[in-house]
């Protein structure tokens, strides 16, 4: 179904299952054999939601090598391998934040991140994640059925990203007086180009000197390769189809111009580097993309105010 303005899901529908699908290839990524992460939550997380297709990757039923095809420009394998280096980018980009002294994180578009459960928190550190309130319900309750306990103080606000979160954020707690780790890690290609720029703009009224941010960068299409865009990823749908899971995730994305997420954040005041997926899958010991396997165009982007 397309978007519209006002759309919700929950983990199993629309925007909520890519987050399942990224907890899925975490999972498979924890599993690997030389792993580049361990996400002991990711697996019990996917088979709580109960997409079937999902938890079939998610404890090994089906592995991605059954999934292999010589047409698809990113097998399952690549995807969890760029997973885990962005899960570990992410997860460094806390650890050096929190060196620096700062002790609030927002997690925005937190999905079914478990940081604020598996992360070595300094013992004052306050962690807010910012989902859609179902996403949000749905995973603080399955944890806490789970028997896990946050390893900072947790304070999850369920609010869409399109309207006033930061009203919500401000009534959970969140004080802008105070340097803030911030990190949007799969989100912007899920927000319209507009949307990203008030969200950046949001982010930077509410940054006190010495906060942080990092963000997954989409690049920008322009118009006349939407369709190539498009077509690969339903490509990647139509093959999971088969496995009986029907979502079209080019249907959820909006394409289009959108500004360079380091660009606009120099112009509002941060300093930033940027670097593409491939120096992330290099520096965490894993092999580079292809160029024309989709994913090598995404750029991480650490900024500081
Ligand atoms: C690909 S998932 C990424 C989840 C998580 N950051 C991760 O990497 O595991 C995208 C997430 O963005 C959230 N999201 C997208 N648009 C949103 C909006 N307008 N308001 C709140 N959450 C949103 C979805 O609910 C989903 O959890």
Redesign the pocket.
Do not use: K, N, P
């Given at each position: 179904m397309p978007r519209t303005d006002g759309d919700t899901?929950d983990?199993a529908s629309s925007?909520?299952a890519?987050?399942t699908?990224?907890?899925a290839a975490?999972a498979v990524a924890s599993r690997a054999r030389n792993p580049v992460i361990d996400d002991p939550y990711a697996a019990p997380l996917v088979l709580a939601v109960g997409v079937d297709f999902f938890t079939k990757l998610a404890t090994g039923e089906l592995s991605p090598e059954d999934l292999h095809s010589n047409d698809s420009p990113v097998g399952i394998r690549r995807f969890a391998d760029g997973?885990a280096a962005?899960?570990r980018f992410?997860d460094d980009f806390f650890a050096d934040a929190t060196t620096t002294g700062i002790r609030q994180a927002v997690?925005?578009?937190?999905?079914?991140?478990a940081r604020a459960y598996r992360l070595n928190w300094p013992q004052d550190m306050v962690v807010f994640e910012?989902?859609?309130a179902e996403?949000i319900e749905f995973k603080t309750t399955t944890l806490a059925g789970l028997g896990a306990t946050p390893s900072a103080e947790l304070r999850p606000v369920g609010?869409?990203?399109?309207?006033d979160?930061p009203a919500a954020l401000a009534d959970a707690g969140f004080d802008a007086a105070k340097p803030t780790a911030w990190?949007?890690?799969?989100?912007f290609g899920?927000?319209p180009p507009d949307?990203q720029d008030r969200l950046l703009d949001r982010i930077t009224e509410l940054s006190a000197e010495g906060s942080r941010l990092a963000a997954e960068g989409v690049p920008p299409h322009r118009a006349e390769d939407d369709e190539q865009v498009r077509n690969r990823m339903q490509s990647n749908s139509g093959r999971w189809r088969d496995h009986g899971f029907d979502i079209d995730f080019s249907e959820l994305v909006f394409l289009g111009d959108r500004a360079e997420v380091a660009d606009y954040l120099q112009g509002h005041g941060w300093r930033t580097t940027s670097a593409p997926a491939n120096d992330l899958l290099v520096r965490y010991g894993m092999a580079p993309l292809d160029d024309d396997e989709g994913f090598a165009e995404i750029r991480y982007i650490t900024a500081v105010r």
């Open positions: 899901w983990l925007v909520g890519t987050a699908m990224v907890a975490r997973m962005r899960t992410f997690i925005l578009a937190s999905g079914l991140d910012i989902d859609q996403v609010v869409d990203l399109r309207h979160w990190i949007a890690e799969g989100l899920y927000l949307a």
